[in-house]
């Protein structure tokens, strides 16, 4: 008997607003900034990226470019999409 799998994507189990905080803060405290970015491009997606586009003016697919982790996208872009998906960058 064979038994089916999936692929684990932590992304489906981040529901409350205080889940996805702590997934963003964990990727942005990475050494790597790329994490930051390719964790804000999940959470796009998550959302929906049709929808984070037409709430920041953005092209679709420029987005999923940007937020891919090769992609080098300005802090505007950046700071657009996270109010997109209701969270705020900070220092503290």
Request: net charge positive.
């Given at each position: ?6 692929p684990?994507?932590?992304?489906d ?14 990727a ?9 970015l ?55």
């Amino acid at each position: 008997m064979k038994i089916k799998t999936s692929p684990y994507n932590p992304l489906d189990y981040l529901e409350t607003e205080e889940e996805i905080k702590e997934y963003l803060n964990n990727a942005f405290m990475d050494d790597d900034p790329q994490i930051f970015l390719i964790a804000l491009g999940h959470l796009a997606q998550k959302k929906g990226m049709a929808e984070v586009a037409r709430k920041t003016g953005l092209n679709r697919e420029s987005l999923y470019k940007s937020m891919s982790g090769d992609g080098n996208p300005k802090f505007s872009t950046i700071s657009k999409v996270a109010k997109a998906l209701g969270c705020k960058l900070a220092i503290v």
